[in-house]
């Protein structure tokens, strides 16, 4: 049963329960013959009691919407903030990917260097040796960039 219901129910039971007690203990117990004022005053706080329920009733209704708007509000903001976590860890797979490229050309170059002969001029050592340079500073770049963005996990002063 849903919380809100059994409270409710709850809340009803003991109306009805202080409706019969209030009204059916003070007659059925009462020697004298009951007077008009005698009624009145009770009414008046029987009357008091039912709109004390009905406040209550639309104050929980109006606390329920509350907490509602409140959960899909959450909602939104975890999404945002998952969306965020998941594009970091993209852009960390990313740079993993361009150091992996960038080892594996390191790797491989060696092997082209002695498939293309013996004498090897000095303009195909320097493309070669431009090709490997050019590898590290890549590896650097991108090893800078993940540890840097190790060193700010919760995003920067701004974020």
Do not use: C
Request: net charge neutral; aromatic share 8%.
């Amino acid at each position: 049963m849903d919380k809100g219901l059994a409270s409710l129910s709850v809340l009803a039971l003991f109306t009805v329960l202080a409706f019969l007690l209030g009204i059916g203990l003070p007659v059925i117990k009462s020697d004298a013959p009951l007077k008009a004022a005698d009624w009145l005053g009770f009414s008046g706080n029987m009357i008091a009691a039912v709109l004390a329920a009905v406040a209550a009733t639309v104050a929980w209704f109006a606390a329920q919407r509350q907490i509602k708007q409140a959960t899909r509000q959450n909602s939104v903001i975890a999404y945002g903030a998952l969306r965020d976590v998941i594009a970091a860890m993209n852009a960390d797979s990313i740079l993993n990917h361009k150091i992996g490229g960038a080892l594996a050309y390191i790797e491989e170059e060696p092997k082209r260097m002695r498939k293309s002969g013996p004498p090897l001029t000095m303009t195909e050592v320097e493309f070669h040796y431009l090709g490997i340079y050019q590898s590290l500073r890549e590896i650097k770049a991108a090893e800078d960039e993940l540890q840097q963005r190790r060193a700010d996990p919760w995003g920067s002063a701004e974020q």
